[in-house]
């Protein structure tokens, strides 16, 4: 049963709201939060835990540092298979407070012992809690947002990733090293609490059989009364898609659908754009742009490496909340092709800038730095969030959980092989001709979204798969070659 909270809300609203869905997406998005705290953790103490200060017992080596940097990144791809199988079999909500209990381990285990070995095995249990959380987070806010807002609330995602970068970042400019962790620590076990009395996603429960709590958890969603004409639409709706198909971890059954194979590849290829566009490269040598720029005679402009996180997070967030606001107004394609092109004349710039210095023909300090925060602000306000939001669309409840496990797991391996891989390129070619080869990544994105993509919002999966298999398209001229015709 549903826990009374809902009978309460109900009674309260009669007309009908989207606040519960969106309260309910914030809380939900918690262990992304998490994971966007451990990711920025190492930025604000690595001098300290270099130094002579460090709270291990000796200071950590840049080998130390490197491997707690990336060691997440091994350790989530195995965890999306983990909670992918999960979540089909389990539930989204058992899944997803399975995904808390390794992060808060995690945080308990560096407040226990900072020794270098305790801190990369701290990592790696973060990683793991994050790795299944990416995969469940998405699938547990598409299925409890209706059509109108799904967009918006997708891009929570990412936004609270941000807010967690921004988050520790403060933090750590203001507070001892214990003190953030017992605050770190504190978020996966509040979203456990909380999470323990919200329920079940509506699909789910369809899927189990329990037709008379759906209707609850849905009117409690939308703010209605359970036997709302809307409400019993939306039931109608499950129950068909739940007799025609039943979800299970099955790659065979994704690929053997030519349809669904097709929406596949448009999915992973728009994911696998963001990872290659070079913003995480951007946000991982930030730092040295800024010390570039600041040995320019030409600008005045030197800040701290904390306090370079702390503008890099600022700009992200302000991306993050545009495109919560844009998202479900423009549509998913115009917004990623606006924030593409922008993300590739930034990238291009960038190149230049790099190019130039290395010519030693010197610009103002500021342009590489506005260009850096203006890619940031694109890959924020489209590129990132965008991705898991057309992710989720574009497939039934039966192959969304093999879908975001499959596209997660390649995701995340491409992040830890580009961030390895990053240094030595720039050593073989230079800086210049790696930020050219991002930029023309992103500007022939563009062309990809024009002719291949099609747009989600608003549409039913059968439209969205009209479009992939060009019946729209033929319909249309089929149109216009009748009404010549006549």
């Given amino acids: ?27 939900v998005c918690m262990p992304v939060l998490a994971y966007g705290t451990a990711m920025g953790w190492i930025s604000p103490n690595k001098a300290l835990l270099m130094g002579d200060s460090s709270p291990s017992t000796s200071p950590l080596s840049e080998e130390d540092v490197s491997w707690m940097a990336s060691i997440m990144f091994i350790f989530a791809p195995i965890a999306v298979f983990i909670y992918g199988v999960a979540a089909d079999k389990f539930g989204r909500k058992h899944a997803l407070l399975c995904a808390s209990i390794p992060v808060a381990l995690g945080w308990a285990v560096k407040l226990l012992c900072a020794h270098p070995i305790a801190l990369i095995g701290a990592r790696a249990l973060i990683g793991f809690g994050s790795g299944g959380a990416f995969v469940v987070c998405p699938l547990y806010v598409k299925e409890i947002s209706e059509d109108s807002i799904r967009g918006m609330t997708g891009t929570f995602i990412i936004f609270s990733q941000t807010m967690g970068n921004l988050f520790v970042f403060i933090l750590g400019d203001l507070l001892p090293f214990n003190a953030v962790l017992w605050i770190l620590l504190a978020i996966p076990l509040l979203h456990f609490c909380i999470l323990l009395r919200l329920p079940e996603t509506p699909s789910y429960l369809i899927k189990c059989g329990k037709n008379e709590e759906t209707a609850k958890v849905l009117g409690w969603l939308r703010s209605l009364p359970e036997d709302d004409k809307s409400i019993l639409e939306e039931m109608d709706r499950l129950i068909s898609e739940k007799t025609s198909c039943e979800p299970k971890f099955s790659p065979r059954l994704l690929f053997s659908d030519k349809t669904a194979r097709k929406a596949f590849w448009v999915a992973i290829i728009v994911n696998l754009t963001r990872e290659f566009c070079g913003c995480i490269a951007v946000l991982v040598y930030a730092s040295h742009i800024f010390a570039e720029a600041g040995k320019n005679h030409n600008t005045s402009i030197a800040l701290s490496p904390n306090k370079q996180s702390i503008l890099l997070a600022a700009v992200q ?4 909340f545009l495109a919560c606001q844009l998202v479900d107004r423009a549509g998913r394609k115009p917004l990623l092709s606006v924030t593409s092109i922008v993300a590739g004349f930034s990238m291009c710039l960038l190149g230049i800038w790099f190019y130039l210095q290395s010519v030693q023909i010197f610009m103002p300090g500021w342009i590489p730095i506005a260009a850096m ?3 940031i602000f694109a890959d924020a306000s489209g590129l990132q969030p965008l991705p898991f939001v057309i992710m989720t669309e574009m497939f039934n409840f039966q192959l969304r959980g093999t879908v975001a496990t499959l596209i997660m797991a390649i995701s995340l391996g491409t992040d830890f092989a580009l961030l390895k891989l990053f240094a ?10 790696t930020f050219w080869i991002f930029s023309f990544i992103c500007l022939a994105n563009i062309f990809y979204l ?5 747009e989600t919002k608003m549409r039913s999966l059968e ?3 009209a479009d992939l298999e060009g019946r729209n398209k033929k319909k249309n001229i089929d149109n216009v070659i009748e ?4």
């Avoid at 030595?424 to 001709?433: E, R, T």
């Avoid at 024009?450 to 099609?454: D, E, G, L, Q, S």
């Fill in 1 to 27: 049963m549903v826990n009374k909270v809902y009978n309460v809300s109900l009674n309260k609203e009669m007309k009908g709201s989207k606040h519960n869905q969106v309260l309910m997406s914030i809380v």
């Fill in 317 to 320: 967030i302000m991306g993050s």
């Fill in 373 to 375: 925060c203006t890619c």
């Fill in 424 to 433: 030595p390129l720039n050593s073989w070619i230079g800086y210049h001709y």
């Fill in 450 to 454: 024009y002719f291949y993509v099609p």
């Fill in 463 to 465: 439209d969205i798969y």
């Fill in 483 to 486: 009404t010549n015709h006549v």
